[in-house]
């Protein structure tokens, strides 16, 4: 913690060490390395950008965005990326941070996989959205240089991330599928979940209880 990499700072102070040490404790070594390449990619594609943004924020906003999928946070019946940002609510509450402030992160977790919308929101939403892009989906994979990117993968190693994060998705929200609904997990349920069956939109609409 406290160090500088690719000449972003990763925030050392107490309520980001608190944070980290939420996630080292229920996460596992690759939402640990993930989460931070997050927050830093998060922070390169914002400083290339020009925007001004709280830095404690965003990266209490990448720490927190996976945490639904783990045993300790994650709910029954709720989307994982809802009970990521409640653990962070809570969290941000127990330390009297800011209402502003907490709602800013709230919005970041729970948008994070929400194709279209977070872009336009608050500096600290649409970054933890495009860290999480970059990290998963190589989004704008060259907005960044090489060297950037070797320097931040050199310190949070990405480990063959691509072919096991899709099973590390699967294992949090297999229990509740149906809570993919209108979402881009419900593609990994397709992948991976042996009888999944989508819940279709347009069936919805046409078997609603309305006779018109």
Not at 87 to 107: G, T, Y
Request: net charge negative; with cysteine; glycine share 8%.
């Amino acid at each position: 913690m406290g160090k500088q990499i690719s000449g972003i700072d990763v925030p050392d102070s107490k309520l980001c060490t608190e944070a980290a040490e939420i996630l080292r404790e229920n996460g596992s070594s690759l939402l640990w390395n993930h989460s931070h390449r997050v927050y830093l990619f998060g922070a390169l594609q914002g400083q290339k950008c020009g925007l001004k943004y709280d830095a404690e924020l965003l990266y209490i906003g990448a720490i927190f965005h996976d945490l639904g999928l783990t045993k300790r946070f994650r709910s029954r019946n709720k989307r994982f990326e809802v009970d990521s940002a409640n653990a962070a609510r809570c969290f941000l509450e127990l330390h009297d941070v800011p209402k502003q402030s907490i709602q800013l992160v709230w919005d970041s977790i729970a948008l994070h996989t929400t194709i279209g919308i977070p872009q336009y929101k608050e500096p600290e939403v649409a970054l933890v959205y495009s860290g999480v892009g970059y990290d998963v989906m190589g989004e704008n994979f060259h907005r960044l240089s090489a060297a950037e990117r070797e320097q931040v993968v050199a310190t949070y190693p990405r480990d063959g991330f691509k072919y096991k994060i899709l099973p590390v998705f699967l294992k949090g929200f297999a229990h509740k599928p149906e809570t993919t609904f209108g979402n881009i997990n419900e593609d990994v349920c397709s992948c991976l979940l042996p009888g999944f069956k989508r819940i279709d939109f347009c069936d919805l609409v046409l078997n609603s209880p309305w006779d018109d």
